[in-house]
Nanobody
Framework: QVQLVESGGGLVQTGGSLNLTCAASTSGRAFGSYAMAWFRQAPGKDREFVAA????????YYTDSVKGRFTISRDNYKKVLYLQMTRLKPEETAVYYCAARPTIGIFKTAADFDIWGQGTQVTVSS
């Protein structure tokens, strides 16, 4: 099983950068065998896929709107998932969540995940 805790959110001006982290506590199953992803949810909006990473296969996938600006990465030894965000836009203001699935692969639908962190607020001022 795995428990997830996000951190690193805050207030940033349009065009600025933030680095998010998702710290995992696991028992039994190795963290590297979990499919991981970042989602975000703005008030009144559906939860939106941002980026995903299969640690077992070491592959990544991004939604088109963040390609070239966001980078998902991981450290299996430290059991931490990262999201580096640059050139942030006001419409990207949201609560950002990390999610885990105990299978190897790439998943980009919220319904595919049932393990979630509590979220961290990112606010991009205009």
């Amino acid at each position: 099983q795995v428990q997830l805790v996000e951190s690193g959110g805050g207030l940033v001006q349009t065009g600025g950068s933030l680095n998010l982290t998702c710290a995992a506590s696991t028992s039994g199953r190795a963290f590297g065998s979990y499919a991981m992803a970042w989602f975000r949810q703005a008030p009144g909006k559906d939860r939106e896929f941002v980026a995903a990473m299969s640690w077992g296969l070491d592959t990544t996938y991004y939604t088109d709107s963040v390609k070239g600006r966001f980078t998902i990465s991981r450290d299996n030894y430290k059991k931490v998932l990262y999201l580096q965000m640059t050139r942030l836009k006001p419409e990207e203001t949201a609560v950002y969540y990390c999610a885990a699935r105990p299978t190897i692969g790439i998943f980009k639908t919220a319904a595919d995940f049932d393990i979630w962190g509590q979220g961290t607020q990112v606010t991009v001022s205009s």
